[in-house]
């Protein structure tokens, strides 16, 4: 099918479920006043590994957001996935449509499937025997699952897709749906939910040597500070309802965001030091795309791993790609107070990064007092600016980087 360059995609509606909030409108309240709600694990069977915090969702009821038939099938990462795809829809004002139930694709990014829902049945595997096995084992620990369930349950019948490269899948989510646009689809659901903090998720997580395991909320994930001592792991995620420009304003949709630019690189599991290379073309590529110089960014959501080598690296990058503009733009890391979702994380990040152009508030970096790096990192308080373009930036633990440029429409 023949890519038209004249079709621009953008965003018409915002579904967020995060540690601080769930709904756009909480999230946006917690992270514009640098609320923290990373915490101790309390899910079951946790309770002796030496993962001590992270950032749990609270305030979420799968039963009564979900129904019955779909959430026996699923496991709570696509819980999460199809109720925020439900918040974006209704925040879009868009349904299916019966006449053309082609029109509307849907796109997920995830990086490691259904942990819990496994788990738990490779238990009664273990403990029971195979007929104690239920017959969505199969499918619910699928990393495509997300996409699947929320095409099923919407009556999407458009291009459906999953993205499978790493944390910073979550950008190349949004960059596959812009593509998919651009090709003639009108609209795309699109975003990603992760759910890791189930005891088989995490005991492979305690394999990163990124990873915190400091047992004090406020101390645990302090990225470009000189207290760095790694991330702390999140659940939740974003979804947003993409769609092309000429669709959404035929049907008087509220624009929020233009996906503007786009651009993904390789270098490496755990070579941060390289990172400062790859991330730094992946901005260079994201601002070609969106035809956006370098002075033109007004904030950068920062991936902001937290660990110092990959701090600085990141600081770096930054400065490479937008040279002196670098030290002026403000830099924020709001993911410092809920945790990093994986590839939930920098859609997180974009929703925040929407919001904030709307509300023209850079949201602070929590718990962060010291930075020791060369960025103007927003700490404490939100600071009031004129936003009209928004640079996210994100890298995955396996080596992957992205950037994405978004506008104010």
Same mark, same amino acid.
């Given at each position: ?13 915002? @579904? ?13 309240? #917690?992270?514009?006043? @640098? ?69 509307? @694709?849907? %796109? ?8 819990? /829902?496994? =788990? ?16 969505? =084992? ?68 305690? @394999? ?22 790694? /991330? ?8 947003? %309802? ?15 965001? %233009?996906? #503007? ?149």
């Amino acid at each position: 099918m023949t890519t038209r360059t004249d079709r621009r995609a953008v965003i018409t509606g915002v @579904g967020v479920i995060a540690p601080n909030g769930v709904g756009a409108d909480d999230f946006w309240k #917690a992270t514009r006043e @640098g609320a923290t709600a990373l915490g101790p694990i309390t899910r079951e069977g946790c309770e002796q590994l030496p993962m001590r915090i992270a950032g749990q969702v609270h305030g979420f009821d799968a039963e009564a957001a979900i129904e019955g038939r779909y959430l026996v099938q699923t496991d709570r990462f696509t819980h999460y996935a199809m109720a925020a795809a439900d918040l974006a829809l209704e925040d879009a004002r868009l349904g299916a449509d019966p006449e053309d139930p082609f029109a509307v @694709g849907v %796109v997920t990014a995830a990086g490691s499937g259904g942990g819990e /829902f496994g =788990q738990r049945e490779l238990q009664n595997l273990w403990g029971q025997g195979p007929h104690f096995v239920g017959p969505y =084992q199969s499918i619910a620990w699928f990393y495509a699952a997300s996409t699947g369930q929320i095409s099923i349950r919407g009556g999407f019948k458009g291009p459906c897709a999953v993205v499978a490269s790493d944390e910073a899948g979550g950008l190349d989510a949004l960059a596959h749906a812009v593509r998919t646009i651009r090709r003639g689809t009108d609209t795309v659901v699109v975003g990603a939910a992760e759910a890791p903090l189930a005891p088989y998720s995490m005991v492979c997580q305690l @394999g990163y040597r990124e990873l915190s395991l400091s047992d004090d909320p406020d101390r645990a994930y302090l990225p470009f500070s000189a207290q760095a001592g790694g /991330f702390v792991p999140a659940e939740g995620g974003a979804m947003f %309802v993409a769609e092309d420009e000429g669709a959404a304003r035929r049907r008087g949709a509220r624009i929020r965001a %233009v996906l #503007a630019g786009h651009a993904a690189t390789f270098t490496g599991a755990s070579r941060w030091a390289e990172s400062r290379e790859g991330l730094a073309h992946a901005i260079r590529g994201a601002l070609e795309e969106a035809h956006c110089a370098p002075d033109e960014i007004d904030v950068v959501f920062a991936d902001a791993l937290g660990v110092p080598e990959a701090d600085r690296a990141e600081a770096l990058a930054i400065a490479d790609a937008l040279g002196g503009h670098a030290t002026r733009v403000p830099v924020t890391a709001p993911k410092a107070g809920t945790g990093r979702a994986y590839c939930g994380a920098p859609l997180i990040d974009s929703a925040a990064a929407v919001l904030a152009m709307e509300q023209g508030l850079v949201p602070p970096t929590p718990n962060v007092t010291d930075v020791c790096h060369d960025l103007d990192l927003v700490t404490g308080y939100s600071r009031t600016a004129e936003l009209r373009t928004a640079l996210v930036l994100s890298r995955g633990l396996m080596g992957s980087n992205a950037a994405l440029v978004l506008r104010r429409p």
